[in-house]
Nanobody, 122 residues
Framework: QVQLVESGGGLVQAGDSLRLSCVTSGRTFSSEPMGWFRQAPGKEYEFVGVINWSGSTSFYADSVKGRFTISRENANTVLLQMNNLKPEDAAVYYC????????????????WGQGTQVTVSS
């Protein structure tokens, strides 16, 4: 059974940092891109960023560019480093794997984690 498990969320103040982890089991996704999305209450899923299979290339939403960094720690773990957090970054964060098509679209991803809550107080 393929599983993606996010962790590292929590309550922080504006300007603080958090590092989220996404650990996969059941298979590795070392040959596929992996993405991060977030969903705030009452809103649609929002693309945060994506990293390619080797970890050499990543792309980010304009809203997080320069503050968030995605990296591959190993074949089973992808990280999302979030710096200078803002109240508008508060959401449930999801990792997703194995996109087909547009990697900015949630519908392109076959595998999803259960999400981890990030809350940012002003």
């Amino acid at each position: 059974q393929v599983q993606l498990v996010e962790s590292g969320g929590g309550l922080v103040q504006a300007g603080d940092s958090l590092r989220l982890s996404c650990v996969t089991s059941g298979r590795t996704f070392s040959s596929e891109p992996m993405g991060w999305f977030r969903q705030a209450p009452g809103k649609e899923y929002e693309f945060v960023g994506v990293i390619n299979w080797s970890g050499s290339t990543s792309f980010y939403a304009d809203s997080v560019k320069g503050r968030f960094t995605i990296s591959r720690e190993n074949a089973n773990t992808v990280l999302l480093q979030m710096n200078n957090l803002k109240p508008e970054d508060a959401a449930v964060y999801y990792c997703a794997a194995d996109p087909e098509g547009d990697w900015k679209l949630p519908s392109s991803y076959a595998y999803w984690g259960q999400g981890t809550q990030v809350t940012v107080s002003s």
